[in-house]
């Protein structure tokens, strides 16, 4: 098999490192919006499951019992497409290197 030439290496790498720009880079805040709603959920629940509950619910601790129980809802499907989001950038960085 023949090595492959300056030219088409240039442009696999130019290709790669614009396919990463365009389809990776923009996702990039996923990962911050995954941390802000695990550190949500976390300090939320134990707020829940610690703190002694008032014998009457007002609309502002219903609002927040909603607002945790929605984070908690959310991160399953946040840590799948941050998994495959991370799964796809290393994949595109082991191309561009080799």
């Given at each position: ?32 919006i ?10 939320g ?23 945790i ?5 959310a991160?399953p ?22």
């Amino acid at each position: 098999m023949n090595k492959a030439s300056k030219r088409w290496n240039m442009l696999r790498n130019s290709v790669l490192e614009r396919t990463r720009r365009e389809v990776i880079e923009p996702f990039d805040p996923l990962y911050l919006i995954f941390l802000g709603t695990s550190v949500f959920y976390l300090i939320g629940f134990g707020q829940l499951s610690l703190a002694q509950q008032p014998t009457e619910y007002s609309v502002l601790a219903a609002i927040m019992i909603f607002a945790i129980a929605t984070a908690g809802l959310a991160l399953p499907f946040l840590t799948g497409a941050v998994l495959t989001l991370r799964a796809a950038d290393r994949k595109l960085e082991r191309l561009q290197r080799g």
